[in-house]
């Protein structure tokens, strides 16, 4: 069973840095491509950034609404996918999730179809 448990969300003002982190099992971490997604209040689920490790290469993948702003890492220390956010703004302010799954092309991850595994979220506020 594959479990995704994520941390790091909060309130937080405009233009502060954020760190979302996603833990997982070694298996997993190191076996399925994992991506970050968000979804706010009426609005369809967004793709953040995603990463791929595969035969010791690591392909990322950023969402083009957040690139500059956000990058996804990976920490092999923890087996985990970061989500590092600068600069957040009132917009940012959602539910994240990370999600797993093998995805057979880097174009294809960022589709939230091709994850069969999510994690619970974590609240993202952004108010001043």
């Known amino acids: 069973q594959v479990q995704l448990v994520e941390s790091g969300g909060g309130l937080v003002r405009p233009g502060d840095s954020l760190r979302l982190s996603c833990e997982t099992t070694e298996q997993v971490f190191n076996t399925y491509s994992m991506a970050w997604f968000r979804q706010s209040q009426g609005k369809a689920r967004e793709f953040l950034g995603a990463?791929?490790?595969?035969?010791?290469?690591?392909?990322?993948l950023s969402g083009d609404s957040v690139k500059g702003r956000f990058a996804i890492t990976r920490d092999t220390a923890r087996n985990s996918v970061d989500l590092q956010m600068n600069n957040v703004n009132l917009e940012d302010t959602a539910i994240y999730y990370c999600?797993?799954?093998?995805?057979?092309?880097?174009?294809?991850?960022?589709?939230?179809?091709?994850?069969?595994?999510w994690g619970q979220g974590t609240q993202v506020t952004v108010s001043s």
């Open positions: 990463v791929q490790y595969n035969d010791g290469t690591t392909n990322t």
């Open positions: 999600a797993a799954g093998r995805v057979p092309a880097i174009y294809k991850m960022s589709r939230s179809s091709e994850y069969p595994y």
